[in-house]
């Protein structure tokens, strides 16, 4: 009698060798979909809080200079963010404020070889789209709402953050 595997014996043994291999492979490409969508809400949550930043900070040097804290912001109707308009703010190319065209219109955020982050249009493209919103809470106090959007194929994603600035 000959010994060895039979074609049933050789069958079962591939099955179980490419479950495994299939398995793996899920595993893998799960935790690389994470990653990836890790490392984009990081990178959203950052700019949102530089925006926010960027705002405190002009309300700042109009405080330093002597002018009414919404100088340059929503004093009047002309100002890039008056309140119901949205907005962007570069840190690398200028501290003014640019008024969108139309709430989602706002340009996408640029980045270039050094990992910074500004619109200079030099640099490539991003995925990321900040929207800045300023409405008014009473005299003293407005809230600014960060909204970073971007998409990875056909999947939207969007981080949205509020933060309250008062006239100190």
Known sequence: MKKGFTIIESLVAISILVAAVLGTMTA???????YLFSKDQVIAFYLAQEGFEQIRNIRDENRLNNRPWLTGITQNSSDPCYFGQACYVSPVE??????????GSCPKVRQNTSGFYGYDLS????NFRREITIS?????EIAVTVTVNWSKGAVNRQ???KENLLNW
């Open 28 to 34: 893998v490409q799960s935790g690389l979909s994470s």
């Open 94 to 103: 200028s501290s003014t404020p640019t008024r969108c065209s139309a709430p």
């Open 123 to 126: 640099w490539p493209e991003t």
């Open 136 to 140: 008014s809470v009473n005299s003293d």
């Open 159 to 161: 981080f949205k953050a």
